[in-house]
């Protein structure tokens, strides 16, 4: 998979109340492509991070329903992973590079 194809994968890093104490278990949360397989996911994190990661769960979120000036309307849907990391790894989201 070319290093263009793994942006495309990967969104954004889902930083949460929720994903903090994911953290203490080595789990980090990423918004993903809605077309992205785990082996996708996988390659991506493995790539771009240079680490190992060990299991990957997803997770996908159906657009809620709103109205916008009485005309209703839907959100889009979303793909949310679940990535478990091979012991003693870790990835930094602070620094930026």
């Known amino acids: 998979m070319n290093s ?3 942006y495309d994968v990967l969104r954004a890093p889902v930083v949460t109340e929720k994903t903090a104490r994911a953290g203490e278990f080595n789990q980090y949360v990423f918004q993903v492509a809605t077309s992205a397989s785990k082996p996708q996911i996988k ?4 790539q771009v991070f240079e680490v190992n990661v060990e299991a990957v769960q997803v997770v996908n979120q159906r657009g809620k329903t709103r ?9 889009a849907d979303t793909k949310k992973a679940y990535v478990t990391l091979a012991e003693g790894q870790t990835i930094d989201f602070g620094a930026a590079g």
């Open 67 to 75: 109205r916008f000036r009485g005309m209703p309307g839907r959100r």
């Open 43 to 46: 390659a991506a994190v493995e």
């Open 4 to 6: 263009e194809k793994l």
